[in-house]
Structure formats: structure tokens, C-alpha cells
């Protein structure tokens, strides 16, 4: 009986964590994400830049 009760407690505290470490590691790669965005709109900018200079 008690071991029954304190299994469904342990599983509810494991998929709590797993869904806050989810959570973090999402949060980290939406922060990545952004990070590379903007270089990447950076680099193309200079890249249209470098194109534009030339074609003129």
C-alpha cells in the first residue's frame, strides 16, 4: 500500500523535472537560435553589400 503511494509521487517528480530541464534546453537553443540569426542577417547584409559595391 505504501509503496503504491509513493510511486505515483516519484513518476508526477520525474516528468515535473524532465519537463524543466526540457524547458531550460529550449529556452538555451531558442537563445542559440537567435544568436546565429542575427549573424547569419549580418552576414548577408554584407554579403548584398559586397554584391551591390561590385555591381556599381
Not at 505504501?2 to 523535472?17: A, E, L, R
Not at 547584409?45 to 556599381?56: D, K, R, V
Amino acid at each position: 500500500m505504501h509503496f503504491g503511494f509513493t510511486m505515483p509521487h516519484i513518476t508526477v517528480c520525474g516528468i515535473c523535472q524532465s519537463i524543466m530541464v526540457m524547458a531550460f534546453i529550449w529556452r538555451c537553443c531558442c537563445k542559440i537560435i537567435k544568436t546565429f540569426w542575427v549573424l547569419w542577417l549580418l552576414l548577408f547584409c554584407i554579403i548584398l553589400g559586397c554584391f551591390g559595391f561590385y555591381m556599381l
